[in-house]
Structure formats: structure tokens, C-alpha cells
């Protein structure tokens, strides 16, 4: 077995998406580092912010679409012009590394981070409106990241399981195919104020955090 702690290092120092890097060594070889700020965050969705046709799961780690609103108390968070639910996780500093896993291939999403100061009625995507993410849309297949105006995006292979990686003091968030880590795109920003992951569902569909 390679030297999982020297390419660790040599990781870090050629400063090349490192987080990631230490995901794979720890996934290839099953080895246990005491590398706590690359530890995968464990995300939980929510519910203050959920929008009332989003059922969620009862260890919070699930979310539908579903036709019945749900009962919940008038809360200034929730999300009430798009079906969309944050994290109850938010990030002010670090690099933090979670994954997403649609449960229908064809269906229609979108996942990033968002504002802790997004708003909550329907707004336009984009980094300029507070929310970096990348979106699926089944009609026609296309994968998009949604800067202004929205970059296509061609991946080799539907990603079932996506990856996000956030750096905050470096400015980035990066997208990946979870499964064969492909790298789908990366947004380059200065993050300010509290971030939060970020999930749309439609009607029909399913999200599941893994």
C-alpha cells in the first residue's frame, strides 16, 4: 500500500482541490488520518426552511416533493416562492466536503450552497443572487451550472451521486461526480457572511444526502 500520509502532504502542498484528494486516499485504502478539518461534514436539511411541499425525512437527511402541504408554523426562513430547503449546517470558514444523491435519474434539481441571506421568494439563481449551484433539468437532459448567464455543462456520464466541496477563505465550491470523480465545475468567488447547502426538488422528486 502507497504511503497514504506522504501523498497526503504532497497533496496539500501542490494546493490541488487537497480536500478532495484526501477523500480518495481515505476511500482507496480504508486508513483512519487525523485530518479533522477534511472530514466529510455530516448535513442535515433544515426544516425551518423547507419549503411547505417538501417532505422530509425524519433523521432530516431526505427530501420530497410531495402534493400535500405540510404542517409547519410561519416561519420568515422557510422558502416560500421556490421548493427549496437549506442545511441546518452553515459554514463561515473551512473546507467542508458532503455528497448528494438524486434518487431518479431523470428528474429535476438543483444543489449548491446558498446565503444564510437568500431569498426566500422566487428568485433568479446565480452567485450575484446569493446561491452557487448546479441544476438538472429532465426535459432535455442538460446539466448546468447556474452563473450568469448559465454555463452548459457535459459530463461523460450522469453523475448518480454528486460531490460538493467547499472552500470558503479560498473562494470556491466545486462539483463532482461522485462515483468517478469527474469534475463537473468550480465557482470562484469571495464568500462573505454564512453559507449554507442548498437543495431544490420538483414535482415527483427525491433527494437523499449520503
Excluded at 446565480?126 to 459530463?155: C, F, I, K, M, N
Excluded at 473562494?171 to 470523480?181: C, E, F, K, Q, V
Aim: aromatic fraction near 10%; include cysteine; charged fraction near 20%.
Amino acid at each position: 500500500m502507497p504511503d497514504v500520509t506522504q501523498y497526503v502532504i504532497t497533496s496539500l502542498s501542490s494546493q490541488k482541490c487537497w480536500g478532495l484528494w484526501v477523500v480518495i486516499c481515505l476511500r482507496s485504502h480504508s486508513v483512519s488520518l487525523p485530518l479533522s478539518p477534511l472530514s466529510a461534514v455530516l448535513v442535515t436539511l433544515d426544516p425551518d426552511t423547507a419549503y411547505l411541499l417538501l417532505a422530509l425525512s425524519e433523521d432530516r437527511r431526505r427530501v420530497a416533493w410531495t402534493d400535500r402541504p405540510q404542517r409547519r408554523p410561519d416561519n420568515p426562513k422557510r422558502f416560500t416562492g421556490s421548493p427549496c430547503v437549506l442545511g441546518r449546517e452553515g459554514f463561515t470558514s473551512g473546507r467542508h466536503y458532503w455528497e448528494v444523491q438524486p434518487l431518479q435519474e431523470q428528474m429535476r434539481w438543483s444543489v449548491g450552497v446558498a446565503q444564510e441571506s437568500v431569498r426566500r421568494e422566487r428568485t433568479i439563481l446565480s452567485p450575484e443572487r446569493g446561491v452557487w449551484a448546479v441544476s438538472h433539468w429532465w426535459g432535455d437532459g442538460q446539466y448546468s451550472a447556474l452563473s450568469s448567464p448559465r454555463t452548459p455543462l457535459r459530463p461523460r456520464q450522469p453523475p448518480l451521486k454528486l460531490g460538493l466541496y467547499l472552500d470558503y477563505e479560498g473562494g470556491r465550491l466545486s462539483l463532482y461526480n461522485a462515483d468517478t470523480w469527474e469534475h463537473l465545475c468550480t465557482f470562484n468567488d469571495s464568500f462573505t457572511g454564512g453559507l449554507r447547502p442548498y437543495f431544490c426538488v420538483n414535482a415527483g422528486e427525491e433527494l437523499r444526502l449520503v
